[in-house]
């Protein structure tokens, strides 16, 4: 039988928007105190460095996903401990994220970081996982780009990636490959790479097939059920000389919805490096503590007996969708269930209900998506209750902005 999650509008804002509201406010006080760390060479020689693939990039097994932080004292303090990828994108806190690095890396000399940023041009069919308009891809993606490249006011970016795909075809397209390449060869990226965190081990394969990207960005963590084939598929792209860089390895937050099993960032950060392939990570840290928390996994990747405690429990009642995708197929309205399922995990485990509705917009699913169905047809691999789920919170869509985390 179809579950129907009966949360009302006042219930949503209660069990999502005040939960959020704690950590804005956590996070305020370092916005409003940024410590000032002094930079400790030794600290950064003992960290644990790995080669990009065949790039001349070698890094600490930890850098900065950039992509939440706003105070640019905190990069401030990554750097000067030590860091030496940071990683944003295009649509980041809406251009802001790559602004406030603009701003800051004016003060490093451009060979002290690595700079990586995301495009995604206009033109994608998210469901049919493909771009349609070669002529309307190129100049988008271009344009993107150099938007990015005045926010960040520099001549070029060492990894350009090609932002948020989850097919082969859309990892091969051929107009965003010949636009990519031609800002290789004009020197404004070093090299290009693709993200992807959903059918990540086809997406990898393309990449590998392609012969065009140096980089992939990667969903790994603890928490996803087909780990046998992204082994596989991190492997082949290692072996054909791909650097793999890990992000969500939290896999969906510290703990699940109930607000149990806490995962801390250090352990599930870990549990990444432990595959040898995996170049560097990129957690998103917020804070000072975060940021200590990362640097001590950059100078240990060992996993203590309790923390693989820590995760064993953590892998019950999860919030990570491993984007397989197989419930799509079985869904009778061929729902984008992978990324409503993300915008779920944003809310109940990020706390982040502003990026949730943004991806709920573009997914344009409407509350009432789950109503008309007399039995959900869906068996997630996960045992996910997917109706619930989506009726619950396609909901966010009639919360206020103002209320929005
Ligand atoms: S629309 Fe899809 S996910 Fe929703 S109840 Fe129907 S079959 Fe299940
Ligand atoms: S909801 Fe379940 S079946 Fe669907 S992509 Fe996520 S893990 Fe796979």
């Known amino acids: 039988m179809k579950t129907q999650g009966h949360v009302n509008r006042r219930g949503f804002l209660r069990t999502t928007l005040l939960g959020a509201a704690g950590s804005v406010a956590a996070t305020g006080l370092v916005r409003g105190n940024p410590v000032l760390l002094k930079e400790n060479p030794e600290d950064e020689q003992r960290f644990i460095t790995r080669k990009l693939g065949k790039t001349d990039i070698v890094v600490p097994v930890v850098s900065m996903g950039v992509m939440r932080a706003d105070n640019p004292g905190l990069v401030k303090a990554a750097l000067d401990k030590g860091m030496k990828l940071l990683d ?157 860089i890990a992000m969500k390895t939290m896999a969906g937050g510290r703990m699940n919805k109930n607000k149990e099993h806490p995962v801390k960032a250090g352990t599930a950060l870990k549990w990444a490096l432990q595959n040898p392939n995996v170049t560097t990570s990129i957690p998103g840290f917020t804070t000072f503590d975060q940021l200590e928390e990362d640097l001590a996994v950059a100078r240990d990747v060992a996993l203590s007996e309790e923390e693989k405690n820590e995760l064993a429990l953590a892998t019950h009642d999860t919030l990570y969708c491993d984007g397989c995708a197989q419930c799509v197929a079985q869904c009778k309205k061929s729902l984008p269930i992978p990324d409503l399922m993300r915008a779920y995990m944003y809310t109940y485990g990020y706390r982040e209900t502003r990026k949730a509705r943004d991806l709920l917009d573009e997914l344009a699913v409407t509350p009432d998506a789950c109503a008309t169905c007399d039995e959900c047809t869906v068996n997630c691999v996960k045992d996910f209750a997917v109706a619930a789920k989506i009726t619950d919170i396609t909901r966010l869509a009639d919360v206020p902005q103002e209320f929005l985390t």
């Open 88 to 244: 944003t994108a295009h649509v980041y806190q809406g251009g802001r994220n790559e602004e406030m690095l603009g701003k800051l890396l004016k003060d490093y000399p451009r060979n002290a970081y690595y700079l990586a940023t995301k495009v995604k041009p206009d033109g994608y069919d998210k469901k049919k996982g493909t771009f349609t308009d070669a002529e309307k891809v190129k100049s988008s993606f271009l344009n993107k780009f150099n938007i990015s490249m005045k926010r960040l006011g520099l001549e070029y970016v060492d990894i350009l990636y090609l932002h948020a795909i989850s097919t082969r075809e859309a990892t091969l397209s051929k107009p965003v490959l010949e636009v990519m390449q031609q800002l290789k060869k004009e020197g404004r990226t070093r090299y290009l790479g693709v993200s992807t965190h959903s059918h990540e081990p086809e997406v990898i394969q393309a990449a590998i097939d392609s012969g065009v990207y140096d980089v992939v960005l990667v969903a790994y963590n603890f928490q996803q059920t087909h780990r046998e084939a992204m082994d596989k598929a991190i492997e082949n792209a290692a072996k054909a000389g791909l650097g793999i």
